[in-house]
């Protein structure tokens, strides 16, 4: 498969930038796998979407205050760090701006010098390795406070609340990147769902590059995805088999969810005191089944990207294509804070 055969023409205009709408007022374009068609729709409308013995799943990952502004000590230039995922013994992936400036051993400083990072060996795909000198709880406690949250480039509007960029259900920290598609979501609306008869459970995925970095292969099959640390419950799993089995359908909310489900369905012989956990880089294309996943909540994705041909492999490129063009016609919002797609 050739990457070409996945772009789409985006107007600037609809990526999403401000206002930012508030949980749950979003448009929503439902696709029907089975009749190959799509319709406008409402998120609200969504728990009336589903059936009674529907089982959805969202991805509880909580969104770290990942970008720090300091400065090089030895010059006073400004640097900044994007955290991506702590390594052993302290040490942490990053993405360092300008990471040319930096060599092994300089010290960048935070807040008037309360936390320091030194800069150690490079990392995978232009990441470095940096080690602070703070550690665990002092650590987490310094990021909350020196950190701002890691809003894509597009949203220009300053977040009045910080947990705009969280989902409601946001537990577990560690991503660098709001899994968006749940940010669609208000306790009214799970609430709505679980009176009708929706079981509503949940994972973990912390979202890293992986998930957005762009597809620079001629050949769909030769793309690497960067790492991500998920952790799913066998009994989630099993809860799968008996929504199933009684005709009930599994929907993940958002591509997150999606990978962990697949990732934990393929390593479930490897569940340690009733968890499947590990870093995953599946790459899911059309060609690649899907053993745990029946519909999907998402937002719209760019052009060329992996998260479009994953919506591609859970219907076809065909009707993906389509129904994107129907989206770019009706003015949708795309990406982060925009509209959702349901696939089912």
């Known amino acids: 498969m050739n990457t070409d055969d996945y772009d789409y023409v985006l107007p600037e205009r609809l990526i999403a930038q401000s206002p930012i709408p508030d949980r749950s007022a979003s448009r929503m374009l439902v696709v029907d796998k089975q009749a190959q068609s799509w319709r406008h729709d409402q998120f609200a409308h969504l728990p009336q979407l589903l059936s009674p013995g529907d089982?959805?799943?969202?991805?509880?990952?909580?969104?770290l205050p990942a970008r720090l502004y300091g400065v090089k000590e030895a010059t006073g230039a400004a640097i900044e760090l994007l955290l991506l995922r702590p390594h052993a013994d302290g040490l942490w992936e990053v993405l360092a701006r300008p990471g040319k400036r930096l060599k092994t051993g300089d010290v960048i400083a935070f807040g008037d010098g309360v936390l320091r990072a030194t800069m150690q060996e490079g990392g995978e795909q232009g990441t470095r390795i940096v080690a602070f000198s703070d550690l665990g709880e002092a650590?987490?406690?310094q990021f909350e406070r020196l950190g701002e949250m890691p809003l894509p480039p597009y949203i220009h509007e300053k977040l009045p609340d910080r947990e705009r960029y969280q989902t409601v259900y946001a537990r577990a920290k560690g991503s660098v990147a709001a899994p968006t598609a749940g940010l669609h979501f208000t306790t009214e609306i799970l609430d709505s769902l679980r009176?009708?008869?929706?079981?509503v459970e949940f994972l973990t995925l912390h979202v890293g590059l992986g998930t957005f970095r762009p597809?620079?292969?001629e050949h769909v099959e030769e793309h690497h995805m960067h790492a991500e640390f998920f952790s799913v419950p066998v009994s989630l799993l099993h809860k799968i088999e008996e929504v199933r089995g009684r005709g009930g359908r599994v929907l993940s909310v958002g591509t997150t969810t999606v990978r962990a489900l697949e990732s934990a369905a393929r390593a479930r012989e490897q569940a340690v005191q009733g968890m499947v956990s590990g870093w995953t880089d599946i790459f899911l294309y059309p060609g690649v089944p899907f053993l745990a996943t029946d519909a999907l909540l998402t937002n719209f994705h760019l052009p060329k990207s992996t998260l479009l041909m994953l919506v591609s492999a859970l219907s076809t490129r065909e009707?993906?294509?389509d129904a994107y063009r129907a989206a770019v016609e009706a003015e949708y919002r795309f990406f982060s804070f925009g509209d959702a797609m349901l696939i089912w």
Not at 195 to 199: E, F, I, L, Q, S
């Open 55 to 63: 089982l959805l799943i969202a991805n509880d990952s909580r969104v």
């Open 139 to 141: 650590l987490e406690e």
């Open 195 to 199: 009176a009708r008869g929706v079981a």
């Open 215 to 217: 597809v620079q292969v």
């Open 319 to 321: 009707l993906m294509l």
